[in-house]
Nanobody, 124 residues
Framework: QVQLVESGGGLVQAGGSLRLSCTAS????????MAWFRQTPGKEREFVAA????????KYADSVKGRFTISRDNAKNTVYLQMNSLKLEDTAIYYC?????????????????WGQGTQVTVSS
């Protein structure tokens, strides 16, 4: 069983930066693929970024490539999402997700563990 707790969300102006963190409970964090998804009202939860258990493989949604960076620190049981050059359309609730396995997937159905979400609001 894995419990995920996100933090770091908030209000930021367009063009600014935020770093989200997701800390996992449990001793097997290093065997889990981790990901970030986001959701806005009335829309499906969408993939943002994912990282393999070792950190050696990452995947990004086209909408965030070059602006967001996912990373992890297995010693701290934590995955990060560095968000730069934020746009109004990045406003959403951001969710951390985990799946047992080595490879990062983009489909939300592949992830069995979810955090409660953290709000990111980008203002003009």
């Amino acid at each position: 069983q894995v419990q995920l707790v996100e933090s770091g969300g908030g209000l930021v102006q367009a063009g600014g930066s935020l770093r989200l963190s997701c800390t996992a409970s449990g001793r097997t964090f290093s065997t889990y693929t981790m990901a970030w998804f986001r959701q806005t009202p009335g829309k499906e939860r969408e993939f943002v970024a994912a990282i393999s258990w070792s950190g050696g493989v990452t995947k990004y949604a086209d909408s965030v490539k070059g602006r967001f960076t996912i990373s992890r620190d297995n010693a701290k049981n934590t995955v990060y999402l560095q968000m730069n050059s934020l746009k109004l359309e990045d406003t959403a609730i951001y969710y951390c997700a985990a799946r047992s396995g080595t490879l990062p997937y983009v489909r939300k159905s592949e992830y069995g563990y979810w955090g409660q979400g953290t709000q990111v609001t980008v203002s003009s």
